[in-house]
């Protein structure tokens, strides 16, 4: 009798759950917080991911990473993994954008690849040795010079010549945009003395008697020429050559791009040639701060 009212007096227990008083953003279900994730940029993922649980979970979305990824990844997995066996094929699309990201060379080194981290563009570059350079092989005309200042930490380096003329081109898969094409060079030949950076002009000569030429082509005949004058000794800049547009991503692009000064009543020399760079044409502002 005793244990029965007992029982009667213990307090009862509710089965059902009470809503938290003071809900926050961790009680937001995981899949809306990942739709939202779509309109964000990868930068603006990364930075809300790190407020709790459930926005680091839901930032692991596949969905979240496609939409971040251009359309024809695949084709350039391809085409910059072909020759590497240990690339994973089980990579969930973050992982796939992070890894797309680094710089991936490829073609022997002479090239490389990497996907913008804020808005996932595709940009590519392509080094001197990548480039057919007249003369190259040469020493009294060309010499391959050692550098941190360049992407592939060699430049070609000219003393001189009559005929000069650096060509070169890409066959890639270029995702659905517009692009610009820019030589990286420097007139003088820069190194370091004590520390300090110093350049030394002792070839240069010629560039201010005549311009120099630049001149695209692409498989779908698109086609453009600048010229300009090469100055400003001692600093790294891109020299445009022009713009292209790919319309759809189902083909690969053959881009063919040159820079030539041919006029051979004088000689010139004295320039280092870095590498060519091909980006989207937003990015030409970025570059004028180089």
Request: hydrophobic share 35%; aromatic share 12%; with cysteine.
């Amino acid at each position: 009798m005793g244990s029965s009212l007992s029982f009667l007096l213990m307090p009862r227990v509710s089965t059902t759950t009470s809503p938290p008083a003071n809900p926050g953003l961790g009680d937001l279900p995981e899949s809306c917080v990942a739709s939202v994730m779509v309109y964000l940029d990868p930068q603006e993922i990364c930075k809300i991911s790190m407020l709790n649980r459930a926005f680091r979970d839901a930032s692991s979305a596949d969905f979240v990473w496609e939409s971040k990824l251009p359309l024809n990844y695949g084709s350039l997995i391809d085409r910059v993994f072909a020759a590497d066996d240990n690339f994973p094929t089980n990579l969930c699309k973050r992982d796939i954008y992070a890894r797309l990201c680094r710089p991936n060379y490829f073609d022997g080194g002479t090239k490389k690849v990497w996907l913008d981290k804020g808005t996932g563009r595709v940009c590519l570059s392509i080094s001197a040795n990548g480039l057919a350079i007249t003369g190259i092989d040469d020493r009294r005309y060309w010499s391959r010079i050692e550098t941190d200042e360049s992407r592939f930490q060699s430049v070609a380096y000219l003393q001189q010549i009559w005929w000069f003329e650096v060509d070169g081109e890409v066959d890639f898969p270029f995702p659905v945009g517009s692009y610009s094409i820019f030589y990286r060079l420097q007139v003088g030949r820069a190194s370091r003395r004590f520390g300090k950076r110093i350049c030394n002009s002792e070839h240069v000569h010629g560039w201010d008697k005549k311009p120099v030429q630049f001149q695209l082509s692409t498989s779908d005949n698109q086609q453009a020429t600048t010229q300009c004058y090469l100055k400003e000794a001692g600093k790294w800049k891109y020299h445009h050559v022009g713009d292209f547009v790919v319309t759809g991503s189902t083909e690969t692009m053959k881009v063919k791009f040159s820079m030539t000064q041919i006029d051979c009543t004088h000689t010139k020399g004295g320039l280092c040639v870095d590498s060519v760079l091909i980006c989207p044409s937003e990015f030409t502002e970025r570059l004028k701060r180089f």
